[in-house]
Nanobody, 124 residues
Framework: QVQLVESGGGLVQAGGSLRLSCAAS????????MGWFRQAPGKEREFVAF????????YYADSVKGRFTISRRNAKNTVYLQMNSLKPEDTAVYYC?????????????????WGQGTQVTVSS
């Protein structure tokens, strides 16, 4: 098991940027693939981005491709989500997730470990 803590959320105007961080406990962070998901009020949790164990593979939802960048620093047990050109529709609680395999990287059910979430609000 790994404990995850997100930070970096907040209120930003449309067109602005935020960088989310997700700090993981334990000494085996490099054994986990990591995902970012988000959930807006009244909507289901949706996939945002994925990064493999060493960062060699990265995937994004079409809605954020070209605007968001996922990265990780295994030496710091941290995964990041750089969000640029934010839109009001990006408003949601953002969660990081970890799993040793994540058989379907875009399916929330593939991840066993979740953070508590951080709120991102984009004003128009």
């Amino acid at each position: 098991q790994v404990q995850l803590v997100e930070s970096g959320g907040g209120l930003v105007q449309a067109g602005g940027s935020l960088r989310l961080s997700c700090a993981a406990s334990g000494r085996t962070f490099s054994s986990y693939v990591m995902g970012w998901f988000r959930q807006a009020p009244g909507k289901e949790r949706e996939f945002v981005a994925f990064i493999s164990w060493s960062g060699g593979s990265r995937y994004y939802a079409d809605s954020v491709k070209g605007r968001f960048t996922i990265s990780r620093r295994n030496a710091k047990n941290t995964v990041y989500l750089q969000m640029n050109s934010l839109k009001p529709e990006d408003t949601a609680v953002y969660y990081c997730a970890a799993d040793t395999e994540a058989s379907d990287y875009a399916d929330a059910w593939s991840y066993d470990n979740w953070g508590q979430g951080t709120q991102v609000t984009v004003s128009s």
